[in-house]
Structures are given as C-alpha cells and as structure tokens.
C-alpha cells in the first residue's frame, strides 16, 4: 500500500491551498484514521490535524478554524483544506494513514503507512 500526496505550492498570506493524500495498493485494505502532520524548516514534525474513520475530527490549535480535513466515503483519499494561511505555515505536509491490509479475506493487524510530503510555501 502507498500513499500519494499531492497539491502543495507557494501560495501569498491569506490564501488557500488543498491538499490531497490517496491511499493505493495491490492488494485490498482499510483505512481507519488518516493524519496530517508537517515540518517546517529547522522544526521537528508536528500534528496538524486527523480523522478517524467515523468521521471526527481534530486539529492542532494554530489551525483551527482555518483548515478543514476530510476523507471520501470510500476512505481511501483524505484532503485538507487549508485558509487564510500564513507564513507560520510554511513546511512539508505529510499524509499519514492507520490501515489494515486485508490477506486472504481477514483484516490483518493495522500499519501506519506515511506519503512522500507536500512542500507548502506561503510568502508574506
């Protein structure tokens, strides 16, 4: 299973970018819970936001109300929605996806699978 994440650019203060992550194998699975997570320049990996396969979310406090993720029904693609952005969120995002490959029919114990990251740019 691999995961693609997609629709990261520069961007000016106050704009808007979505970010795309798609869950993709050969062999059939779940997803449960989905994350975003980015690292910006000289800073360790921080949480940004999740959802689980119920559909609740949560966030990060220097991004609510401003970003807004979600997951298609199928579960397989997950997006984020990111507004009125600012220089502070500048960074590689990551996608990141607890999943349960399925072998011979059986869900098998979960796996945390991660995408390539996004690069994020937005200038003052």
């Known amino acids: 299973v691999q995961l693609q994440a997609s629709g990261g650019g520069l961007v000016q203060a106050g704009g808007s970018l979505r970010l795309f992550c798609k869950a993709s194998?050969?062999?059939?699975?779940?997803?449960?819970?989905w994350a975003w997570y980015r690292q910006a320049p000289g800073k360790q990996r921080e949480l940004v936001a999740s959802i689980t396969k119920g559909g609740t979310a949560n966030y990060a406090d220097a991004v609510k109300a401003r970003f807004t993720v979600s997951r298609d029904i199928a579960g397989n693609t997950a997006a984020l929605q990111m507004d009125r952005l600012t220089p502070e969120d500048t960074g590689v995002y990551y996608c990141?996806?607890?999943?349960?490959?399925?072998?011979?029919?059986?869900?098998?114990?979960?796996?945390?699978?991660w995408g390539q990251g996004t690069l994020v740019t937005v200038s003052s």
């Open positions: 990141n996806a607890e999943i349960r490959p399925i072998m011979e029919g059986i869900p098998t114990s979960p796996r945390e699978y």
């Open positions: 194998g050969s062999i059939f699975f779940n997803v449960n819970n």
